[in-house]
């Protein structure tokens, strides 16, 4: 089961859902995959040494001076400016490609390549009973990372529980991030600012058709609108999290936040349930 | 004419409380919103007179069934698993690349315009301009909205000489921050002194050392955890990036947020957002 942690709303709460939701789980075959990986932070309520490092690539135009005749059809088929003709060089802009490899394909010539790109790492964290983390770090400078996402998400197919910690937003990289999961937990909190990105995320996850729920952080004692959303949508509120100035002193120094808040391990535990039942 | 920008790195520090407030103690300026995923200085800013335009990027392919011999090559060679098993495009993965339709025997491919969002023009204050967009979800592109966010309200800028340009970053350090950054005169990182709050501020701090573009801190709720504070403050030091401000947690600045007003219209939240400003003026 792949279960998508995720909220358009950035400091939601995300990471210390998901880190909750895994510690909870206590499962040797659970993996967390740290899907934010312009800023990954779920190693940071770990403290672990990672185990492994994997460098990730994606394939970009290399021209082959020798064949090359600067015919130009090649920047006049990539649709993303990845590729300036001059008249006696080509210009590569990896950061602009999509590695869609259509230029490399059709050049009559066979004048262009393929050659790997970094694009960033997966990190591997072996999390001693609760699984693994896997941490997807994209390099710096780097824009596009849709790419990443899909390989941290190719890894370890096979665990039983697969928990995927979503970057913020609503557009391709949190559908990357989301995609294929069997349920999509939503996290928000009762502000107009969490209300107003909760409807946009809501947007996004009814398009993939998927199933999810929501999880009310920092609550107050009121839904306020959220209620109303869940409503329209049909997306129930599977848990309210109590704002506590304790439990976001603990999160701030990689602290417990089931010792500054004990009743957050049984409310994690009801969200399990609660996703079970559904999916049943 | 002069840029700032606020970015963060990790969202929820306070980016857009902090953005709003100092739009608010401007004598004029014209504001921006670059997440375009999910812009919420509108909510604080309340604008009115909204002008809205639609915003095309790229393309995105659509097979007619009629001439189509389901030969599979287009489904072969695309590498976004674009194309489903009736031939038919999933259009939310269609990065708009046009291979399939370049390669296909029969021209059964059209390559379409694909309208991703919408961004706007409008008033927050009588005669001062909030520029902002939304994205439609699922798209990608969002740097190019960014940019044409940014190109718009530079024009209005120019022909009604205001000299300032405040804008709330996105979060990350992806596409959307990178292009957000292009022609910014000053950046001015808000973090939180939290372990994630420092660790992504130091990697968008990397990004912007790459562009080369001079950039300032406040340490926003900084007594939640006063240690990490001085880490930071240490760490900006090290780095010769000034401290602007530390903004100390407040309830006050909370209830702000929860009923969508500017926190710097409360006098004693303006008494200590004022000298942080001024911090910012001076390096700018």
């Known amino acids: 089961m792949q279960i998508a942690i995720a909220s358009g709303k950035g400091g939601t709460g995300k990471t210390l859902l998901s880190t909750c939701i895994i510690k909870v789980l206590a499962d040797k075959n659970a993996v967390l995959m740290d899907a934010d990986v312009e800023e990954p932070n779920a190693n940071l309520a770990f403290l672990q040494p990672i185990s492994a490092t994997t460098t990730v690539y994606r394939p970009v135009p290399q021209i082959l001076p020798e064949y090359c005749t600067y015919c130009g059809l090649c920047a006049e088929i990539c649709e993303f400016n990845a590729l300036v003709v001059l008249a006696d060089k080509v210009m590569v802009f990896p950061e602009l490609c999509h590695s869609c490899g259509a230029c490399s394909y059709l050049c009559p010539y066979a004048a262009i390549d393929e050659i790997e790109h970094p694009i960033g790492v997966i990190e591997e964290t072996p999390l001693q009973t609760s699984g693994t983390l896997l941490t997807g770090r994209l390099n710096i400078g780097e824009a596009q990372s849709p790419p990443l996402i899909k390989a941290v998400k190719n890894e370890q197919l096979s665990a039983a529980i697969r928990l995927v910690d979503c970057p913020p937003g609503t557009t391709c990289p949190m559908i990357e991030a989301i995609r294929d999961s069997d349920y999509c937990l939503l996290v928000t909190e009762p502000t107009p600012f969490g209300t107003h990105d909760l409807e946009l995320s809501l947007e996004a996850v009814k398009m993939l058709g998927m199933q999810g729920g929501l999880v009310i952080n920092r609550w107050q004692g009121n839904d306020g609108e959220l209620l109303d959303l869940s409503e329209r949508w049909g997306f129930p509120i599977l848990a309210r999290i109590p704002f506590s100035a304790e439990l976001a002193r603990a999160y701030m120094q990689g602290l417990d936040p089931f010792a500054a808040m004990p009743a957050l391990r049984g409310i994690i535990s009801d969200i399990l349930h609660r996703i079970k039942e559904v999916s049943a | ?284």
Request: proline content about 6%; overall charge negative; charged content about 20%.
């Open chain 2, 1 to 284: 004419m002069k840029e700032i920008l606020f970015i963060s790195g990790k969202g929820g520090t306070g980016k857009t409380s902090l953005t709003s407030s100092f739009i608010a103690l401007a004598d004029n300026c014209i504001a921006c919103d670059y997440d375009v995923d999910a812009s919420n200085l509108p909510i604080l800013l309340k604008p009115n007179n909204i002008v809205g335009h639609d915003f095309s990027s790229g393309y995105s392919a659509c097979i007619d069934e009629e001439i189509c011999t389901s030969c599979g090559l287009c489904k072969e060679v695309c590498r976004f698993e674009a194309i489903n098993e009736d031939y038919q495009i999933i259009p939310l993965h269609c990065e708009g690349c046009g291979f399939c339709a370049r390669i296909c025997p029969v021209e059964a491919i059209k390559m379409n315009p694909r309208p991703s969002g919408h961004w706007f023009r409008s008033e927050f204050k009588p005669g001062q301009f909030l520029f902002f967009a939304d994205l439609r979800p699922g798209e990608e592109n969002s740097g190019k909205l960014v940019a044409q966010v940014k190109t718009q309200a530079r024009q209005k800028a120019l022909t009604d000489n205001v000299s300032l340009i405040i804008a709330d970053g996105p979060p990350g350090i992806g596409c959307a921050v990178i292009s957000s950054m292009v022609e910014t005169d000053l950046i001015v990182l808000v973090t939180e002194p939290s372990l994630s709050g420092f660790h992504d501020l130091k990697r968008v701090y990397a990004l912007i050392q790459l562009r080369g573009i001079k950039s300032v801190l406040i340490i926003n709720k900084w007594d939640l955890n006063p240690e990490t504070s001085q880490t930071i403050e240490d760490w900006a030091t090290a780095q010769g990036v000034c401290v602007a401000g530390k903004i100390p947690f407040s309830t006050t600045i909370a209830d702000c947020i929860a009923t969508a007003r500017i926190p710097a219209t409360q006098p004693q939240i303006r008494n200590f957002i004022f000298p942080v400003w001024e911090n910012i003026l001076q390096q700018l």
